[in-house]
């Protein structure tokens, strides 16, 4: 501590005191002057500094292209996105179902507002000057030039903030414009930038690869003729809408522009996996064929996926925030260890053969709706939507889920009117948790859903099969409603005999 000048001189003697209350006084006036003495120094914030060159490579066979120099390319540095907290808690706690979350998945830069935002000089040069030490995500890009985004860069206090050789030469490449129609095979190269402006259709064989991002306009489809291949793993790819993509202004996602949707027509069987797709109005489109998804991410739009092809596996991947349906199915299909959560009607499965198992459903308008066919709904968490499942004349079977109550109804059923007469379905709901005490679990008598028709009708046209299932509710009378709560409904839901415990294979099993 540095030596500092008494503010007053007292003079004691040890004898006018009892030595104690002495003892005490001196320690009392130690503690004051440290006191003082503090307050006289703050702690700033480490900085540090960031600095790198951006190198344009033409590599097309465009002599427009040729670089005269590197300046004005714009540099800017960003905070971490916010990861979800309920996608980082289910990461945690479901290791294998879905996908791991990371700024890949979610940062955005449009939806932030920069922290420090330079320019290169001709060289190709820039420096970002005192900003606290921590991680950070970079964004470079130009106009003609595409984008490119650097995750997680660490800024501590030495004088060389970066130490990767990547980073220390960030090279940008001219934007490609797809034509209207692209006759040949074509590659979405990695770090490459693709504007599509117009309703395009690609012809040939199409590559999808790691850290291309394909922007499209608002309004606009991307259609895709022949084979389609995506990387197994790697860093992601991204189609989203082109919106905004070059401002530094910040903007939130719902007044983000959305593009119309992405079909895939060619080949018999496509794997379509490891990317990221934003702010579609119509969702990835699989009309023939059969389709496997895995490792993707769709979020923030109307419509995430619409398959009506022969057969589709659609297995680890998170579904999103979308406004209307988010997935909808009508063609056999096994639906597995996907986290699907905040969408309207979330999965809507049509008149086929369904195996719908071991995923996450939460905070959904509707979790799942089926629709005539053949479907096996077993082993997935349902919680906190507001209708888990809503029938429209079909008769799956339920059973090993967990149900952790529903704002409206976990299982409720609902006719379908067709051709001047209604169809029904009988569900068989056993083996399942029910844990709610206060909501009704089961309803024969539906609430009227806008959309469908027929939806405010009783869907069955016998009693209801519920039994075998834990009700954490001892009182399980007062958790269903038929024919004993309202003269609207003639049958009953049946469900003893009950289980006096929770039944342990019930739910996601991962």
């Given at each position: 501590?540095?030596?500092?000048?008494?503010?007053?001189?007292?003079?004691?003697?040890?004898?006018?005191?009892?030595?104690?209350?002495?003892?005490?006084?001196?320690?009392?006036?130690?503690?004051?002057?440290?006191?003082?003495?503090?307050?006289?120094?703050?702690?700033?914030?480490?900085?540090?500094?960031?600095?790198?060159?951006?190198?344009?490579?033409?590599?097309?066979?465009?002599?427009?292209?040729?670089?005269?120099?590197?300046?004005?390319?714009?540099?800017?540095?960003?905070?971490?996105?916010?990861?979800?907290?309920?996608?980082?808690?289910?990461?945690?706690?479901?290791?294998?179902?879905?996908?791991?979350?990371?700024?890949?998945?979610?940062?955005?830069?449009?939806?932030?507002?920069?922290?420090?935002?330079?320019?290169?000089?001709?060289?190709?040069?820039?420096?970002?000057?005192?900003?606290?030490?921590?991680?950070?995500?970079?964004?470079?890009?130009?106009?003609?030039?595409?984008?490119?985004?650097?995750?997680?860069?660490?800024?501590?206090?030495?004088?060389?903030?970066?130490?990767?050789?990547?980073?220390?030469?960030?090279?940008?490449?001219?934007?490609?414009?797809?034509?209207?129609?692209?006759?040949?095979?074509?590659?979405?190269?990695?770090?490459?930038?693709?504007?599509?402006?117009?309703?395009?259709?690609?012809?040939?064989?199409?590559?999808?690869?790691?850290?291309?991002?394909?922007?499209?306009?608002?309004?606009?489809?991307?259609?895709?003729?022949?084979?389609?291949?995506?990387?197994?793993?790697?860093?992601?790819?991204?189609?989203?809408?082109?919106?905004?993509?070059?401002?530094?202004?910040?903007?939130?996602?719902?007044?983000?522009?959305?593009?119309?949707?992405?079909?895939?027509?060619?080949?018999?069987?496509?794997?379509?996996?490891?990317?990221?797709?934003?702010?579609?109005?119509?969702?990835?489109?699989?009309?023939?064929?059969?389709?496997?998804?895995?490792?993707?991410?769709?979020?923030?739009?109307?419509?995430?996926?619409?398959?009506?092809?022969?057969?589709?596996?659609?297995?680890?991947?998170?579904?999103?925030?979308?406004?209307?349906?988010?997935?909808?199915?009508?063609?056999?299909?096994?639906?597995?260890?996907?986290?699907?959560?905040r969408n309207h009607d979330n999965l809507l499965i049509n008149d086929h053969v369904y195996d719908i198992h071991d995923?996450?459903?939460?905070?959904?308008?509707?979790?799942?709706?089926?629709?005539?066919?053949?479907?096996?709904?077993?082993?997935?968490?349902?919680?906190?939507?507001?209708?888990?499942?809503?029938?429209?004349?079909?008769?799956?079977?339920?059973?090993?889920?967990?149900?952790?109550?529903?704002?409206?109804?976990?299982?409720?059923?609902?006719?379908?009117?067709?051709?001047?007469?209604?169809?029904?379905?009988?569900?068989?709901?056993?083996?399942?948790?029910?844990?709610?005490?206060?909501?009704?679990?089961?309803?024969?008598?539906?609430?009227?859903?806008?959309?469908?028709?027929?939806?405010?009708?009783?869907?069955?046209?016998?009693?209801?099969?519920?039994?075998?299932?834990?009700?954490?509710?001892?009182?399980?009378?007062?958790?269903?409603?038929?024919?004993?709560?309202?003269?609207?409904?003639?049958?009953?839901?049946?469900?003893?005999?009950?289980?006096?415990?929770?039944?342990?294979?019930?739910?996601?099993?991962?």
């Amino acid at each position: 501590m540095k030596n500092i000048k008494p503010l007053f001189t007292l003079h004691l003697s040890p004898f006018t005191l009892p030595s104690s209350l002495f003892t005490l006084l001196l320690i009392t006036l130690h503690l004051s002057l440290f006191t003082l003495t503090s307050c006289n120094s703050t702690t700033k914030p480490k900085t540090g500094s960031l600095s790198g060159r951006v190198i344009l490579v033409n590599d097309t066979d465009n002599p427009s292209f040729d670089p005269i120099d590197f300046s004005g390319i714009t540099v800017a540095l960003y905070e971490l996105a916010d990861l979800d907290t309920t996608l980082i808690r289910l990461n945690y706690q479901y290791s294998n179902i879905g996908l791991q979350i990371n700024q890949q998945t979610e940062f955005d830069h449009r939806t932030q507002k920069a922290l420090y935002i330079t320019q290169t000089s001709a060289d190709g040069n820039f420096s970002i000057e005192k900003q606290k030490v921590g991680t950070y995500n970079l964004v470079i890009y130009q106009e003609g030039w595409g984008v490119r985004y650097i995750y997680n860069i660490k800024i501590d206090d030495s004088k060389s903030a970066i130490q990767s050789e990547e980073v220390l030469n960030i090279e940008l490449y001219p934007e490609t414009h797809l034509p209207q129609t692209q006759l040949e095979d074509f590659i979405f190269k990695e770090d490459h930038t693709y504007i599509i402006k117009n309703d395009t259709i690609l012809m040939g064989r199409a590559q999808i690869e790691n850290r291309c991002f394909i922007l499209i306009d608002e309004g606009v489809r991307l259609d895709f003729h022949n084979e389609v291949s995506t990387p197994v793993q790697g860093d992601r790819w991204k189609i989203d809408v082109s919106d905004r993509f070059f401002d530094s202004n910040k903007a939130t996602r719902e007044e983000l522009k959305r593009f119309q949707k992405i079909t895939l027509n060619g080949a018999d069987e496509i794997e379509f996996r490891n990317g990221v797709i934003s702010s579609c109005i119509d969702g990835l489109n699989r009309p023939v064929g059969a389709i496997s998804v895995n490792d993707m991410v769709f979020k923030q739009g109307e419509t995430a996926f619409v398959f009506t092809g022969s057969h589709a596996r659609f297995e680890n991947n998170i579904v999103r925030d979308f406004k209307n349906r988010a997935c909808y199915f009508t063609g056999d299909a096994e639906i597995s260890k996907n986290i699907m959560i905040r969408n309207h009607d979330n999965l809507l499965i049509n008149d086929h053969v369904y195996d719908i198992h071991d995923n996450y459903i939460a905070l959904n308008w509707v979790g799942i709706r089926p629709v005539y066919g053949n479907a096996h709904i077993h082993n997935n968490d349902f919680v906190q939507n507001t209708y888990a499942i809503s029938t429209l004349a079909s008769s799956p079977l339920i059973d090993y889920n967990l149900f952790h109550g529903s704002t409206r109804y976990c299982v409720q059923t609902q006719a379908n009117y067709v051709q001047v007469y209604f169809d029904y379905g009988n569900p068989v709901v056993n083996f399942n948790n029910f844990l709610s005490k206060d909501k009704i679990i089961i309803s024969l008598l539906p609430d009227s859903h806008p959309g469908y028709y027929g939806s405010s009708k009783v869907g069955v046209d016998k009693d209801l099969n519920a039994k075998h299932n834990y009700w954490l509710s001892s009182n399980v009378e007062e958790l269903v409603y038929d024919s004993e709560d309202s003269d609207k409904v003639r049958f009953r839901v049946l469900y003893n005999p009950v289980k006096n415990s929770r039944i342990m294979n019930a739910g996601i099993r991962f």
